[in-house]
């Protein structure tokens, strides 16, 4: 192969797959299973097997990459399986149960159409920030964007130390109207700072999602801010190991929408990333179907933990403005992809005298027993 490589790589729940292609287009491809606690090293595994193939060391494979791509399940399975940051919220005074009530809409997301008319199926998502984690702190500002009411200061360092005191390291703020003026979230996130210290998340709704929609902007900001810092760890940790190992490539992320973002830009905007390993299956379905002459086609991606549907119309993949993720909504653009949580590792068991399927899955490293246990009620 040819000086000059190209790598792909895809972080699933069950497997970690890398593809590396030289300038020749000569393509070589691989996989790992997935470590759940350091990703990283999945990752690595699956690139010291093609290096194996291509007989040389890691090392020297990696000093020729020229453009390291990641896409990632990291973010979706965090939030799926809450295992978010201890997040806290800060919005303006009267508006702290917005995102609870979700205007409604969580209490009907992710049901069936066909199941809507039955009331007890119908709940709300367990909260990412309870309610003892949501301050709110006095202040206005119109729809022109004018100050109506000052911050009030003191209360925004009442919230944060209350905030600390009770375990928070990741913040949202969320303020009515700071789309259009965004002074009173940038001076909380500099008293945030002060009190909590420099190493705290902060994720601002005028930054993350500077659009109307208050609900929606709330529910986009908190989740950024519960899936930052564990997104932020990692791809720290990768970046480092890559350039600790010798490349000097360029890495980047895929993001929701298809396009890629620095690994820098892809921890501050983590929400981003919410659909990023499933994006790159429909992506891939596209130039696939570029070649044989196709411009509508259902995509699929049977992973070990889901099974992901997507659709491509007029040569295009189709985008929704807003997407809703584990019962939270998310106005972000991306690529619209259903999943169901039935794998070819999902885990088949008896409740009730029903065969269920998933959505727990065996993952890379089965343990039935362990799994077994983590279901009250199934056999």
Not at 213 to 229: A, F, K, Q
């Amino acid at each position: 192969m040819k000086q000059g490589l190209y790598v792909g790589v895809d972080t699933g729940g069950t497997f970690t797959d890398v593809v590396v292609m030289d300038e020749a287009g000569a393509v070589l491809t691989n996989k790992a299973p997935t470590t759940p606690q350091a990703l990283e090293d999945g990752v690595f595994a699956a690139l010291a097997l093609i290096a194996d193939e291509r007989g040389e060391s890691l090392g020297d494979m990696l000093a020729k990459v020229v453009s390291f791509g990641h896409g990632t399940t990291q973010a979706t399975n965090a939030l799926i399986e809450r295992r978010g940051a201890t997040t806290g919220l800060i919005t303006t005074k009267g508006f702290g149960d917005t995102l609870l009530l979700q205007r409604l809409m969580g209490f009907t997301a992710g049901t069936p159409v066909e199941q809507l008319g039955e009331f007890s199926r119908r709940r709300y998502p367990d909260p990412i920030v309870p309610r003892s984690r949501i301050k709110e702190v006095l202040e206005r500002v119109d729809q022109a964007g004018e100050v109506v009411i000052e911050l009030d200061e003191t209360a925004v360092r009442s919230a944060v130390e209350e905030l600390a005191a009770d375990g928070v390291t990741a913040y949202a703020v969320a303020l009515l109207w700071s789309f259009r003026n965004p002074a009173h979230e940038l001076r909380i996130a500099e008293i945030v700072r002060e009190v909590a210290g420099d190493g705290v998340y902060v994720s601002l709704s005028s930054e993350v999602n500077p659009v109307l929609g208050e609900y929606e902007r709330t529910s986009t900001t908190v989740l950024n801010s519960y899936l930052g810092p564990s997104v932020q760890r990692y791809l720290e940790r990768m970046e480092r190991k890559l350039i600790e190992a010798g490349m000097t490539g360029r890495f980047s992320v895929l993001n929701s929408i298809g396009g890629v973002m620095s690994a820098r830009d892809a921890a501050d905007r983590a929400v981003l990333l919410l659909a990023s390993g499933p994006t790159g299956g429909v992506l891939g379905s596209q130039h696939l179907a570029e070649q044989l002459g196709h411009r509508n086609v259902i995509t699929s991606d049977m992973g070990g933990t889901s099974f992901d549907v997507g659709l491509i119309v007029d040569g295009r993949p189709v985008v929704s403005a807003v997407t809703e993720v584990a019962q939270y909504h998310v106005a972000a653009p991306m690529v619209s992809i259903t999943a169901i949580g039935a794998g070819g590792g999902s885990v088949a068991d008896v409740v009730a005298g029903e065969l269920r399927v998933g959505p727990e899955s065996a993952g890379a490293f089965p343990d039935q027993s362990a799994t077994a246990a983590a279901v009250p009620g199934r056999r």
